[in-house]
């Protein structure tokens, strides 16, 4: 199960979503998260926790593509995630 860390808001700035570090987080991470449409919908579901597979199906549900294409998107961006300190 992947979860994303409290302290984190989402925001809207202009035609781009913003993942933005508030209170205690922004001493662990400097700057701001671009997120696009598909990874907005994934962050939302991690938000509350969510595996893998369910993070695959959210994309083969929202978007036209195919499962092998979803669930490599989903690992790259559970990396980046990981790797950025986000996830718990």
Do not use: C
């Amino acid at each position: 199960m992947y979860k994303i860390k409290d302290g984190f808001i989402v925001r809207k700035i202009g035609n781009q979503f913003m993942a933005v570090p508030v209170g205690g987080r922004t001493s662990e991470i400097h700057g701001i998260i671009a997120l696009s449409e598909s990874g907005v919908l994934l962050w939302s579901a991690l938000e509350n926790g969510a595996e893998e597979q369910a993070l695959a199906d959210i994309l083969t549900e929202n978007y036209d593509v195919e499962r092998s294409v979803a669930e490599k998107d989903v690992k790259a961006f559970l990396d980046g995630l990981q790797k950025q300190g986000v996830l718990q």
